[in-house]
């Protein structure tokens, strides 16, 4: 054979093992779906899913409705239920849930009661908060936008900081939608500790803008 047949034998056999490789690797994320309430998010395929009793235990003591459907997943190479609200978390924790509204609800459902979510956002709610006791203080906001991805979904996302007692300072990032109706509330939250944020945020911010509602 040539020179030159050997020059392109090899190149035909190094192209082959790229696109096989290429093939082999392993998926860069993970889909979490959940097909009842056509909702669906990705996340980088290292974070390790929480088992579900023990979000549960580490997020409402356990009582968590039936009704309801939550998972989470954490970037920690130690993983653990606690980071969901944990104010020393050094890596992303992702706590995503499915929520179906009351009657009452549905009736007072307001973009406010979705940015009040989890965390007191609103000047009213934090007003209210801090009388009731509430230990997070600092509170900062980085972005308050609405969302209206279409089919009568709409929501908000909001990012903003607290500190917790011991001095940390984490960063909560979070979308909150609805469906047309108001019948549902589904809710994604990214947070961590404030630098964890800022060294991550453009793969915090993939999670955030793939969370996807498909209106029913």
Not at 35 to 59: M, R
């Amino acid at each position: 054979m040539s020179r030159a047949g050997l020059v392109a034998r090899w190149l035909i056999v190094a192209v082959l093992a790229a696109l096989v490789a290429a093939g082999c690797a392993a998926p860069k994320f993970t889909y979490v779906t959940n097909s009842a309430a056509h909702t669906y998010f990705k996340i980088p395929s290292g974070w390790n899913k929480i088992d579900k009793d023990a979000l549960a235990a580490a997020f409402n003591n356990g009582s968590v409705p039936s009704s309801v459907w939550t998972v989470g997943y954490d970037a920690s190479t130690s993983p653990a239920a606690s980071d969901v609200f944990s104010a020393q978390t050094g890596n992303p924790f992702a706590f995503s849930l499915v929520e179906p509204l009351n009657k009452k609800t549905v009736d007072a459902l307001s973009y406010n009661m979705l940015r009040d979510f989890f965390l007191p956002v609103t000047s009213s709610a934090r007003q209210k908060a801090a009388t009731s006791g509430f230990s997070l203080t600092g509170f900062k906001l980085l972005r308050d936008a609405m969302l209206v991805p279409g089919e009568g979904v709409h929501g908000i996302r909001e990012t903003f900081n607290y500190t917790y007692p011991d001095g940390s300072t984490d960063t909560f990032d979070q979308v909150a939608l609805t469906n047309a109706d108001g019948t549902e509330v589904y809710v994604l939250l990214v947070h961590c500790l404030a630098t964890c944020y800022s060294q991550h945020a453009s793969e915090i911010n993939t999670v955030m803008t793939s969370f996807t509602v498909r209106s029913h």
